[in-house]
C-alpha cells in the first residue's frame, strides 16, 4: 500500500511539472514560433530567411550611416528599405516610434501599450525580444497592402544600439494563420 501511494504521489508530482511547464507563460518571445501550426512554419520557412536578411541588412545599414540617415531611409516609402510587403520599422526602447513608411502619423508617438486585437502589447514584446538578442514575435497589426486590414504578422526584430531596435514582418495569409 505505501508503494501505491509513493508511485501515484511520484505520477502527481510528475503531472504538476509538466502541466507547470506546458503553461509557463514566461517563454521568450523569440521563442514563440515553435507554437504555430507546421503549415505556417512551412510556408514561412522561407519568407523567414529573407526577412532575417532584410532586417541584418536595415541594421548594418544604420551601423555605417549613422541613425538619422537610417531612419530617413527607413521611413521614405519608395527607399531601400521597403520590398513588396517589407519594410523596416523602428522603435526606440521606451516605445517611441522612429521609422514606420507606411504610417507617418505615429512617428514620434509613444505606442509602448499598444495592443493588437488580442490584446497582445507587441510593442513591449518587440522591444523585449530585441534586448533578448533579437528574434521573432507573432501578433496581428494593419496590412498597407491589403487597404490597412488587421492580419497575423511575424516578424523579426534586432537592436541596433542600446538605444533603438529595427524589424520587419511578414503578413500571413488566412489559410496559414494561427487560430
Known sequence: MKRQAVFFAFIFV??????VGCTDTSTPPQDR????????????????EKLVA????????AHVHGKDAALSEFNNQSGRFVDGELYI??????GNTLALPFQHDLL???????????GTAFIRELISTAQSGGGFVHYYYLDPADNYTVKPKLSYVLMVDQDWIIGAGIYETNETART
Open 14 to 19: 510528475l503531472a504538476a511539472i509538466l502541466v
Open 33 to 48: 514560433t515553435h507554437m504555430m501550426p507546421a503549415a505556417t512554419l512551412t510556408r514561412l520557412s522561407g519568407s523567414s
Open 54 to 61: 532584410f532586417v541584418e541588412k536595415a541594421c548594418e545599414y
Open 89 to 94: 520599422f523602428a522603435y526606440d526602447t521606451k
Open 108 to 118: 514620434g508617438k509613444n505606442r509602448l501599450n499598444t495592443t493588437d486585437a488580442n
